[in-house]
């Protein structure tokens, strides 16, 4: 009968609006093993270099590679952010990189610089991180058209992706406080 008192609780602050986080049930080593942190001391960097929540920029490539360097997708991204080769090369040219190839995106270094730079250039336009997220995922244009419309995510995968990223978020901030205390 205790749990029910919990399920109201959350039921009277969910309807008023108000977030509310729960406390993982799976334990912190558990946490560690599904959700690995690789290149720790690049996603610290780049995340204060670019004035991001270390735990986002882990979430973001855990999800988009699982912190596999060498990832690529169908759709032709590579790397642990999954940035696609001309996104990278037009990201090389606006932050003074020249000579641009594709193999460096296979360089967590240069894959995280470029990838953050991207997100917190995102996190500028939309002001909002699921926007950005979603632009991260569906790309900005749709993210503009649907915002033109008056409409949310259109996508349903594209949705599926912010809300896996902001849980990896929570779980990167239990599971790897001091690490990524940035």
């Known amino acids: 009968m205790k749990g029910v008192g919990l399920v109201v609780l959350l039921a009277v602050a969910a309807a008023a609006g108000v977030a509310v986080w729960t406390v993982s049930a799976e334990p912190e080593w558990y ?22 929540p270390p735990t986002l920029l882990a979430a973001v490539i855990y999800t988009e590679s699982k912190f596999d360097a060498d990832a690529r997708s169908a759709a032709g991204a590579v790397g642990l952010m999954q940035l696609l080769p ?6 090389a040219v606006r932050t003074g990189g020249g ?32 926007t950005a997220l979603a632009a991260y995922h569906a790309g900005p244009g749709n993210v503009d058209e649907w915002r033109a419309k008056g409409v949310g995510i259109q996508f349903p995968e594209t949705r599926d992706y912010v809300d896996k990223v902001l849980d990896a978020q929570r779980v990167y901030a239990d599971a790897y406080a001091s690490e990524l205390a940035g």
């Open 31 to 52: 946490q560690r093993v599904r959700y690995p942190l690789r290149y720790e001391s690049i996603v610290v960097s780049h995340a204060r270099n670019y004035d991001l």
């Open 86 to 91: 001309e996104t990278a090369k037009g990201i």
């Open 99 to 130: 000579g641009f190839v594709v193999t460096d995106l296979v360089d967590p270094e240069i894959n995280v610089r470029y990838g953050s730079w991207y997100l917190r250039n995102l996190l500028n336009r939309y002001d909002d991180v699921r």
